[in-house]
Nanobody, 123 residues
Framework: QVLLVESGGGLVQAGGSLRLSCAASGRTASMYNMGWFRQAPGKEREFVAA????????LYADSVKGRFTISRDNAKNTVYLQMNSLKFEDTAVYYC????????????????WGQGTQVTVSS
């Protein structure tokens, strides 16, 4: 019912920046909470950031606080993740997700997921 497509990943040097985008189609995501997760090889998928439908509330993993910023443009049905001061440890596949009812870091709360976009940070 909802299709999420991430873009903006790539290869970047440590200390650099990337901005990820997630475009939603199908049933509008403008009134839903959105989140970003990431998964590195051999590791579980972990929470990165979340934002409420109104953009009045945001939540960040401790590992990215002060470096990453989540935002959304409901008119475009798009959520963004601005990543600054990237570290090698940020290397992972980044996934966009939609939670129709809840707001938080628990990945089991999210019902819809994108295909992921690879972020590789070299050092």
């Amino acid at each position: 019912q909802v299709l999420l497509v991430e873009s903006g990943g790539g290869l970047v040097q440590a200390g650099g920046s990337l901005r990820l985008s997630c475009a939603a189609s199908g049933r509008t995501a403008s009134m839903y909470n959105m989140g970003w997760f990431r998964q590195a090889p051999g590791k579980e998928r972990e929470f990165v950031a979340a934002i409420t439908w109104s953009s009045r509330g945001t939540l960040y993993a401790d590992s990215v606080k002060g470096r990453f910023t989540i935002s959304r443009d409901n008119a475009k049905n798009t959520v963004y993740l601005q990543m600054n001061s990237l570290k090698f440890e940020d290397t992972a596949v980044y996934y966009c997700a939609l939670d129709p009812r809840r707001f938080g870091s628990d990945r089991t709360w999210y019902d819809y997921w994108g295909q992921g976009t690879q972020v590789t940070v070299s050092s």
